[in-house]
């Protein structure tokens, strides 16, 4: 153990001294240096989960640099799905291993890399350098287009690069009281739909919403709301004072109009405080059933209005998955999309998967072209586990 934490701290040091460009490279070069290995890469998830873009290290074959691999029915894709490292024969002697490349949940591609050969210790230590790549790359990231640029199989429009920007860098997070997915796939004519969440010490923010028209007009009216919301939540305020910041926010600056869902999520208790401002009601899988939660519903941010947005409270219970849309995974072509039967399709998987499964199939419904953008998080809550472990009975202290 002693000898596989000097490697690993020698190739984070060797990350830190390298341009944030080169990540790949740095990996590359340890693999081949301690285990020999003869090709190195690393695939990328597109933006909306449905294809790899193949990113190799600088000396490797130019032939590796193919188009974007289709994601669907693949060995990557049960990599990603599993989260468990695959090996099989590269028909030329060695060995092909590819390892998943995740990050607190959120899953930013496969390291796969070609080997003479691998016995246990080695696979080990090929998934300890997938696991610091995620953290290499998640760091460099900051510092370099490359990554992003890296997620993109389209042109992108001025709109849906605002629209990108708002969103939070990963879609996907795990804690010990719940875990978290969400994905937007955009219409042709960019809607308007963000979501975004924050993790507190007590408190999990989560905010779904859509800002009405379409191109760059939503894109700009979306970073005026999401803006005052993240003001508003940095600020301290909870889900009815966030609501009414974002409402006065729309007001004072905006003629245009928005619809969102604000929520807090207690850790220690799963009480949820929310406001609705003429959203689409959430859906809760519960004990095998799906159902709406049907929850008042005040008048969307930016409507001139007597009267103040509502605070209510949803009690999660562990076991309960929650899933938060807009009104692109229900109106127009995609109301003939079964997501109920999505819903329960998919109560085994990944929360990640669920997204995947649930946008695939507004996709599909629309033949591939959105009138409106489709947007979907899911919030499976496990409860304060940490807790009940600790009051078990035989458990330590």
């Not at 004519?189 to 859509?210: N, W």
């Not at 930016?302 to 998955?321: C, F, I, N, T």
Request: glycine share 10%; net charge negative; aromatic share 4%.
């Amino acid at each position: 153990m002693e000898g596989g934490d000097l490697e690993l701290g020698e190739l984070l040091a060797a990350a830190e001294a390298a341009p944030p460009s080169e990540s790949v490279d740095v990996v590359a070069r340890d693999l081949q240096k301690r285990l020999g290995a003869e090709r190195v890469s690393f695939l990328f998830v597109d933006l909306i989960g449905q294809r790899l873009v193949r990113l190799t290290a600088a000396d490797s074959d130019a032939a590796e640099h193919a188009g974007p691999i289709d994601l669907h029915g693949s060995v990557y894709d049960r990599v990603l799905r599993s989260q468990r490292q695959h090996t099989e024969a590269d028909g030329q002697g060695g060995m092909r291993v590819i390892t998943p490349v995740t990050n607190r949940g959120d899953c930013l591609g496969v390291l796969e890399v070609t080997l003479q050969a691998a016995d246990d210790t080695v696979l080990g230590q090929v998934r300890d350098a997938a696991h610091a790549l995620a953290y290499i790359i998640v760091t460099d990231g900051r510092f370099t287009d490359l990554y992003h640029l890296g997620r993109r199989t389209t042109e992108t429009s001025l709109a849906a690069e605002i629209q990108h920007q708002l969103l939070p860098s990963a879609p996907c997070c795990e804690a010990a009281q719940f875990t978290l997915a969400a994905g937007l796939v955009p219409a042709d004519d960019i809607g308007g739909d963000t979501y975004d969440y924050t993790l507190e010490r007590d408190t999990l923010h989560l905010s779904i919403t859509d800002a009405m028209g379409h191109d760059t007009n939503s894109a700009l009216l979306a970073t005026l709301l999401v803006g005052a919301l993240r003001q508003a939540r940095r600020s301290g305020c909870d889900a009815l004072r966030q609501a009414d910041r974002a409402h006065q926010a729309l007001l004072t600056h905006s003629r245009g109009l928005a619809t969102g869902q604000l929520l807090c999520v207690d850790l220690g208790t799963g009480l949820c405080e929310l406001v609705n401002a003429g959203h689409p009601w959430p859906l809760r899988l519960r004990d095998g059933t799906v159902e709406e939660v049907r929850l008042a519903v005040n008048l969307p941010f930016g409507v001139v209005a007597p009267g103040s947005y509502r605070l209510q409270e949803l009690q999660l219970r562990p076991g309960d998955r929650l899933i938060l849309l807009t009104d692109g995974m229900l109106e127009r072509g995609a109301a003939t999309a079964d997501l109920t039967s999505v819903i329960h399709d998919t109560a085994a998987l990944h929360p990640r998967e669920a997204v995947r499964a649930l946008t695939g199939a507004v996709l599909d419904a629309c033949h591939g072209s959105l009138r409106d953008d489709a947007t979907v998080m899911v919030l499976d809550w496990h409860g304060d586990r940490g807790r009940a472990a600790e009051a078990a009975p035989g458990s330590a202290g």
